[in-house]
């Protein structure tokens, strides 16, 4: 069992940042990577970041690339989302999830784990 918790949501103009946390715990945390989803109102749930299987390459959905970054902590378990030149179509509830090493990233189905999601609004 993993526990997912974010943090860091809030409101902020476009062009802002923020910067989103998410805090694991549980057993054999080692076994599962950690990954970024959003969902805006009326929008389905989609991939945001997340690493490959070894954990050392960062992936991103395009609209995101150049403006936002993932990182980890392995000692504090801990995966955040640096997010940079922020737009208002960046508005969503965030959520962190987990999933096996072995299952790919990009489907939200894949993740076995979620946090209970943090918002962030961009006004225009």
């Known amino acids: 069992q993993v526990q997912l918790v974010e943090s860091g949501g809030g409101l902020v103009q476009a062009g802002g940042s923020l910067r989103l946390s998410c805090a694991a715990s549980?057993?054999?945390?080692?076994?599962?990577?950690m990954g970024w989803f959003r969902q805006a109102p009326g929008k389905e749930r989609e991939f945001v970041a997340s690493?490959?299987?070894?954990?050392?390459?960062?992936y991103y959905t395009d609209s995101v690339k150049g403006r936002f970054t993932i990182s980890r902590d392995n000692a504090k378990n801990t995966v955040a989302l640096q997010m940079n030149s922020l737009k208002p179509e960046d508005t969503a509830v965030y959520y962190c999830?987990?999933?096996?090493?072995?299952?790919?990233?990009?489907?939200?189905?894949?993740?076995?784990?979620w946090g209970q999601g943090t918002q962030v609004t961009v006004s225009s």
């Open positions: 999830a987990a999933r096996t090493l072995s299952r790919p990233m990009y489907n939200s189905k894949e993740y076995d784990y």
């Open positions: 549980g057993r054999a945390l080692s076994l599962y990577r």
């Open positions: 690493f490959s299987m070894s954990g050392t390459t960062p």
